[in-house]
């Protein structure tokens, strides 16, 4: 089975996948790769054949192979030209078959040349406090460009920063990462109150999940560090508004929120991946609760960035309704 995983996660990666999907149906199981937008079928597996190579997945990712009736979620580290972090998740099915999913992601952190369209978001780090929030759908590259902006800031600016993620996706040398353990202790509560005393300039956290984490962030950002995080809402006003559903008030929203982002990661008609996004400002957030929770007539949201593109031939009609 050894031999098996590693032919088909090399094949992966040199296809440049970011997961691999093992589906039953019936007497075999597809295996398919997702390459950018597209999920592509690589080839099958007879049932025996594959729960042989479950069984190994589960054991070299320290899951429980004898449990195929609950969701399961581990972490192994495989070796190529690099490390790579794969992270092995499983999901019970009908008829005691079981589905899995591997992500891959590089272990190290890998700075990628970006279009001039986000160069300038790196100026949002040469502030001294604020918060700073990504969103957009899972794989749209939120976890990517708040890396860009952590290693631009630890190159050019000299800050102390630590992040607290669940888990760590990728390493940045000389950036404090602390991954969460709910298990050994290591949660939001106790990391915060831990960070919080090793005089950081630049906080990130991966991910407001709810209202105790949205209330530790808040207090960070107005209490003299920078801190930048991701949330899910479908685009910028959808980030307003879910922050107030957590007990957010509309001046802790002012007084904090120097940036929103809602971002989508197209493919254009050429193949080439480009970040497309809206942003909210600071002045927007103020004329969004001045104004009966209206941005200004001249934002322009994803939808007319994306109709822009597909009227200069970028993408297709499909594709742009695709992304909205």
Known sequence: MKLLFNSMIEKAINKDA????????????????????DLKSIETLQLNTYFKLLTYMKYQAGLDVSKHNAAQSGRYIYKLKQIYFLRISTLPLSLGNESCVIRIIPQHFQKQKHNQNITHLYNLMNKKQGLILLSGPTGSGKSTLMYHMLSYAKEHLNLNIITIED???????????????????????????????????????????????????????????????????????????????????????????????????????EGVRELVYEQVKKEDIYHFFKNSYTLPKDFHNLSYKLNKMSKEGMICETSMERYL
Do not use: W
């Not at 295996?31 to 937008?37: A, L, N």
């Not at 980030?239 to 509309?250: H, K, Y």
């Open 18 to 37: 970011s997961d691999i999907h093992f589906i039953p149906v019936d007497k075999e199981v597809l295996i398919k790769f997702r390459i950018r937008d």
């Open 167 to 269: 888990p760590v996706e990728q390493l940045i040398n000389g950036i404090t990462q602390i991954s969460l353990n709910e298990k050994a202790g290591i949660n939001y509560e106790t990391s915060f109150k831990a960070i919080l005393r090793c005089d950081p300039d630049i906080i990130l956290i991966g991910e407001i999940r709810d209202a105790n984490v949205a209330k530790h962030v808040i207090q960070a950002s107005l209490s003299g560090h920078l801190v930048l995080s991701t949330i899910h809402a479908s685009n910028c006003k959808g980030v307003i508004l879910r922050l107030l559903e957590m007990g957010i008030t509309v001046q802790q929203l002012i007084q904090s929120i120097i940036s929103i982002l809602n971002q989508r990661l197209i493919t254009t008609k």
